[in-house]
């Protein structure tokens, strides 16, 4: 199954009305929905494209191993801040923390 946030309409409505937690990595914008998709939006202050691909690559991994631990189908943006290295359990970390403090996944 394909859990990603593809339409424009629908990061609209994330990043219109969806509530935004902030950790040193990145910001995970969240809104609750019919099914559970997830997106990620970079900037090209990130870097080139491969650069930008790689961030992408570790953040969808990342995600897709929360998946299961869902309460209830949320739409996510995931917003990477513009670092140095980037380390896939750095992000893994922060993006758990986050969907903690939403109560997007329990303790």
């Known amino acids: 199954?394909?859990?990603?946030?593809?339409?424009q309409k629908d990061f609209d409505l994330v990043f219109k009305k969806g509530k935004r937690i902030h950790t040193n990595t990145l910001t995970l914008i969240?809104?609750?929905?019919?099914?559970?998709?997830f997106g990620i939006s970079l900037?090209?202050?990130?870097?080139?494209?491969?650069k930008r691909?790689?961030?992408?690559?570790?953040?969808?991994?990342?995600a897709r191993s929360f998946l299961s631990n869902f309460q209830k189908p949320f739409y996510l943006v995931i917003l990477p801040k513009v670092l140095e290295n980037y380390n896939f359990w750095e992000l893994n970390k922060?993006?758990?923390?986050?969907?903690?403090?939403?109560?997007?996944?329990?303790?």
Do not use: C, Q, V
């Open 43 to 50: 900037s090209k202050k990130h870097g080139k494209a491969f």
């Open 1 to 7: 199954m394909d859990y990603r946030l593809k339409k």
């Open 53 to 62: 691909n790689k961030i992408k690559r570790l953040l969808r991994a990342s």
């Open 30 to 37: 969240f809104i609750e929905s019919k099914e559970t998709k």
């Open 94 to 107: 922060d993006l758990e923390f986050s969907l903690k403090r939403g109560k997007i996944i329990s303790d």
